[in-house]
């Protein structure tokens, strides 16, 4: 079969971003003069081999199923065609990240990385380092670790106060099977308490400018919106926490200026026009009194597909038969980051129709999400912007 390449095409500048200056280097802060205030970010749902359900993946040939031939195109990938200075991975399970990734990135390329599981749900039977999770992995020579610390979303809901406990606890959901049909009823605080997702995040500083960047990483619940929006709060209210223990250390550093640049990124498993991607648009979510708001709006104020406006380049990040939408996501602030470049997905879509393909993975592509890749320059922001 033959493929149609992504293009990795440049970006033109809009909205705030275009009238910043790129972040000023400190006089010798490039390494070997390889290193600037651009790099290049990933995020990617690789499909863990757990969840190649018979039933979902009827489409897909016996052998592209194959979990070693998936994997030697997960490295083709991952190593050379989009390999980049951040990639953020879900679906990673324990034993890949442990056994290959985290040893493999770090002799190969110099990588550092920082994984967190899920823990088993009730229905798990699989063996415990064939749970999944995600993980980030970062360029040492463009980067330096500060500090890690991941969460998992049910443990958490203590970010809700007892107004919003209360009417979680309060608000009636159906249960449903993968079909859409209704199995059961239960109410929304329960359910949040029952689901086993997870949220990395990781502080980096960026070697040539000194800038401190947070880089979060999740896999929201596959269904259930309200699910989603509640998971995403969660981490939006830790993520506010972080920054502002960034923000103190700083302080108590003699250096209380310094900014905090944030990239949010992950399989947020919602379309444009859903519950989360309003939430973290600023949109005030109002139920039934109950008023939710994204904290850190502020910080995180654009993705990258705010600047394609008008431009088709992606039909889906997820082909997984039926189910098919853009569903990754990198979310910055404009002042902070600027996008230059972006890893078109058009192509994906032509070759499935030409080949009469429902979706993916096939020969060419391992997952049925692809590689949401992009290049971004460090911006100047000042007082005024």
């Known amino acids: 079969m033959s493929s149609l390449f992504r293009r990795f095409i440049p970006v033109k500048p809009s909205g705030t971003s275009s009238r910043l200056a790129p972040l000023a280097l400190p006089s010798g802060a490039a390494h070997h003069g390889e290193v600037d205030n651009r790099f290049t970010m990933l995020t990617y749902n690789i499909l863990s081999p757990s969840y190649m359900w018979p039933q979902v993946y009827t489409y897909v040939p016996e052998q592209y199923k194959s979990w070693e031939y998936r994997h030697r195109l997960l490295e083709t990938e991952l190593f050379q065609k989009y390999k980049s200075d951040i990639m953020c991975l879900q679906e990673l399970t324990v034993r890949d990240y442990d056994g290959f990734w985290k040893r493999s990135f770090h002799d190969r390329y110099a990588m550092g990385s920082e994984y967190?599981?899920?823990?088993?749900?009730s229905y798990w039977q699989g063996a415990p380092d064939q749970l999944d999770g995600v993980g980030i992995f970062y360029n040492m020579h463009k980067f330096e670790f500060i500090h890690a610390t991941g969460i998992r979303l049910s443990e958490h809901l203590r970010n809700?106060?007892?107004?919003?406990?209360?009417?979680?606890?309060?608000?009636?959901?159906d249960l449903t099977d993968g079909a859409g049909n209704v199995t059961g009823t239960s109410?929304?605080?329960?359910?949040?308490?029952g689901k086993n997702q997870v949220c990395l995040?990781?502080?980096?500083r960026h070697k040539p400018s000194?800038?401190?960047i947070v880089v979060v990483n999740t896999h929201l619940y596959w269904k259930y919106d309200e699910v989603k929006l509640a998971q995403c709060m969660v981490i939006m209210r830790e993520l506010d926490k972080i920054v502002n223990k960034i923000k103190r250390n700083h302080a108590r550093q003699g250096r209380p200026d310094q900014q905090i640049k944030i990239l949010f990124t992950g399989d947020l498993n919602s379309t444009g026009d859903s519950l989360v991607i309003n939430f973290l648009k600023g949109q005030a979510i109002n139920k039934n009194a109950l008023n939710m708001l994204n904290p850190m709006h502020t910080a995180l104020n654009h993705?990258?597909?705010?600047?394609?406006?008008?431009?088709?380049?992606?039909?889906?990040?997820?082909?997984?038969?039926?189910?098919?939408?853009?569903?990754?996501?990198?979310?910055?602030?404009?002042?902070d980051f600027q996008l230059t470049k972006i890893l078109t997905g058009t192509e994906v879509t032509q070759q499935l129709e030409r080949n009469h393909e429902l979706g993916l993975p096939n020969e060419t592509h391992p997952s049925d999400h692809i590689p949401l890749v992009a290049e971004f320059e460090l911006l100047q922001r000042t007082e005024s912007s």
């Open 187 to 193: 109410n929304l605080l329960d359910v949040l308490r």
């Open 201 to 204: 995040f990781v502080s980096l």
């Open 210 to 212: 000194g800038a401190a």
């Open 303 to 335: 993705c990258v597909y705010d600047d394609l406006q008008g431009q088709n380049l992606f039909d889906y990040t997820c082909y997984s038969g039926k189910l098919k939408g853009i569903f990754d996501y990198i979310w910055y602030h404009d002042t």
């Open 116 to 121: 967190l599981a899920k823990t088993a749900p």
């Open 160 to 173: 809700f106060n007892k107004h919003e406990r209360h009417f979680l606890a309060h608000c009636p959901m």
